[in-house]
């Protein structure tokens, strides 16, 4: 949720961040509406409820005589206290609901519109080209026996799969790089749960207009995580953390869940959007002042990944109406696809300014002017992929060779044993690999 202080004050702020999103400015006005009778509904509760508490007093302390009638009234009280606070709760589901609504303040800057109107920041790295007609990941991932579509289908349907020998592999070594990448600067490594309760999904805003995306079980009322944003979100719930000594960096290390609705068609064939992958995620709770700096941080370490890799890229700015609801600012960094012709996404990074924290409740407790403990208030949260298992699209695609080997990129091959080269299976010794 955001600040409903900024709500109330600000509301034209509010209004131009959702039309810049493609909402309704019309929620705003129904949010403000709905704010002002919860607080009123709230207070005629609490002022029922003081008269109460005052007027058993008044009983409690009158002659036996009175008593009789004195009762009588503290019952026709308590009915009214009854159907105040049954009016106060309906008002707040009435004021949660349409507060559901008005997602995250977009960031200064950030471009409006839909998936279309981004805007690019900067292009990295030469475009490969090939003297040969270059093989897609599927053929390549197929030649090289480390893709298997077709037993992935028969086990579990449509877009699953099995990696094997140098597939499974290379994307551990992803794995390892990143989270080797991550520990340099200064992050906790989680294994986390990949089943959340629904008020930590909810809380991290995944229950909006995409939940359908989203794997439930509806026998436990659990959710399979699409990121481990979504627990690493939560692992802080109801606390108040010390940032006394900087931020708190986690790298998540899970699988991850989506059940891709709506993408029916696109990217059917291969690993490039897939219902099961793994994934290194970065998350870090910050203070608000510092998260802008902290997002440009965790940019230039997927970056950084990406160029050690050999990979060609682009870094966009994610318009608006293109953000998840909890997402103040997006980056999303592109890799060029060869076989495509086209840059598409590896990685992004998202600043969720405090919207996250207020809903989860994570506080940090902020200094006064002498450095003494002050207020609590949110604080902001941020996330970031540093390697997922689309990256091996890319990494075939652009390293490929005319016999349908590729070359493992020279900082993958300490994760690899070593090797150098990935053969078609058959080919020299036959085992899929050389080095």
Known sequence: MIDLALLRDEPELVRQSQAARG???????????AD??????????????????????????????????LVAQAKDLAERVKQAQHAANEAAATAAEALSHIENIVLDGVPAGGEDDFVELRRVGDIPTFDFEPRDHLELGELLNAIDMERGAKVSGARFYFLRGVGARLEIALMNMALDKALQHGFTPMIVPTLV?????????????????VYRLEAQDMYLVGTSEVPLAGYHKDEIVD???????????????????????KDTRGIIRVHQFNKLEMFVYTTPEEAQAEHERLLAMQEDMLTGLG??????????????????????????????????????????????????????????????????????????TL??????????????????????????RPYLGGLEVLRPEGADDGAGETA
């Not at 207070?43 to 003081?50: D, G, S, T, V």
């Not at 998540?252 to 709506?262: D, M, N, V």
């Not at 060869?338 to 919207?355: D, H």
């Open 23 to 33: 909402n309704a400015p019309e929620t705003v006005d129904a949010a403000i509406e």
């Open 36 to 69: 002002r009778s919860r607080r009123q509904a709230l207070a005629a509760f609490e002022e029922l409820r003081a008269e109460q508490n005052a007027f058993g007093k008044q009983v409690a302390a009158a002659p036996k005589e009175e008593k009789a009638a």
């Open 197 to 213: 309760r629904p008020e930590i999904m909810q809380g991290t805003g995944f229950l909006g207009e995409h939940a359908d995306e």
């Open 243 to 265: 940032l006394s000594r900087g931020p708190l960096r986690y790298a998540g290390w899970s699988t991850c869940y989506r059940s891709e609705a709506g993408s029916y068609g």
């Open 311 to 384: 990979l060609a890229y682009r870094v966009i700015d994610t318009a608006a109406g293109d953000l998840g609801s909890s997402a103040a600012r997006k980056y999303d960094v592109e890799a060029w696809v060869p076989t495509q012709g086209t840059y598409r996404e590896l990685t992004s990074t998202s600043n969720c300014t405090t919207y996250q924290a207020r809903r989860l409740d994570v506080r940090h407790r902020t200094l006064d002017a002498d450095g003494k403990p002050g207020k609590t208030q949110p604080v902001a949260t941020l996330n970031g």
């Open 387 to 412: 390697a997922t298992t689309r990256w091996i699209v890319a990494i075939l695609e652009t390293h490929q060779q005319a016999d349908g080997s590729v070359l493992v990129p020279e900082v993958l």
